[in-house]
């Protein structure tokens, strides 16, 4: 089995259930447990990383 976790409360699961070995890949917001962080990431933020006030992320 492979699995991609894309929710990280999903990874956290997935973790706990001893399944780590077939996760494969996780979202950019996948950062528990720590192992997950070395795992290949799929998504990343629209945003981008440079802080922003509520109404540039809604322009956004």
Do not use: N
Request: glycine share 6%; hydrophobic share 45%.
């Amino acid at each position: 089995m492979r699995i991609i976790s894309l929710v990280p409360a999903g990874t956290e699961i997935v973790f706990a259930l001893g399944l780590e070995r077939d996760v494969v890949a996780v979202s950019h917001e996948c950062d528990y447990p720590p192992r997950a962080r070395d795992l290949p990431r799929l998504t990343q933020s629209a945003i981008g990383g440079a802080p922003r006030t509520s109404a540039e992320i809604d322009a956004a």
